[in-house]
Structure formats: C-alpha cells, structure tokens
Nanobody, 120 residues
Framework: QVQLVESGGGLVQAGGSLRLSCSAS????????MGWFRQAAGKDREFVAR????????EYADSVKGRFTISRDNAKSAVYLQMDSLKPEDTAVYYC?????????????WGQGTQVTVSS
C-alpha cells in the first residue's frame, strides 16, 4: 500500500512556473513507477508525464514536452513536476500516481490532486 500527497498547486499567470511535489509513504514507495496526470473541468483525465523508479525512463505528453520536467528523489520518497511556460490550457487538477511496473502504464495508487490555475 502506498499513500500519495500532492502539493504546490496554485494560481499563476500565463508564462509563469510552478513546481508540484508528490510525497509518497507506505511500503517501498521508491520502487514504484510514478506518473502525473491532470483533469480539466468537464474533461477526461489525461496523462502528463511518467518516470521509472531509477529515473532512467521518462515520458511526456506531447502537449507538455519541452515545458514540463518530471524528476524524483528516492531518498525523500518524492516525485516532482516542474512546469514552465504555463498556458491557460494547463489549468486542471493534477494527480500523482504510483504503479508497480513502468512498462505497463498502469497505476495502482492515486493522490487526492492539487489545483493548478493559469490565468491569461
């Protein structure tokens, strides 16, 4: 069992930056693949970025590639999402997720989400 808590969301102007954090606790959280997802109002949840436990495999959605950076610190059981050059269309609730196998793309545990609002 893994528990995830996101933080770092807020209101920012277009072109600004935010850094989201996800703190993991429970059984061996540092061995899990981690992902970030987001869900805008009235839309389905979508994939943003993911990273394997060794940080040797990383993937981004095309919509955030070149603007967002995912990273993790296994010593702190934390994963981060650095978001730069933010756009109004990045407004959403952002969720952290943990999965046992990076290649499967499946996630077993989810955080409660943190709101990111980008004003134009």
């Amino acid at each position: 069992q893994v528990q995830l808590v996101e933080s770092g969301g807020g209101l920012v102007q277009a072109g600004g930056s935010l850094r989201l954090s996800c703190s993991a606790s429970g059984r061996n959280p540092s061995t899990y693949a981690m992902g970030w997802f987001r869900q805008a109002a009235g839309k389905d949840r979508e994939f943003v970025a993911r990273i394997n436990w060794r940080s040797t495999a990383i993937e981004y959605a095309d919509s955030v590639k070149g603007r967002f950076t995912i990273s993790r610190d296994n010593a702190k059981s934390a994963v981060y999402l650095q978001m730069d050059s933010l756009k109004p269309e990045d407004t959403a609730v952002y969720y952290c997720a943990a999965g046992t196998l990076y290649s499967s793309g499946q996630y077993n545990y989810w955080g409660q989400g943190t709101q990111v609002t980008v004003s134009s």
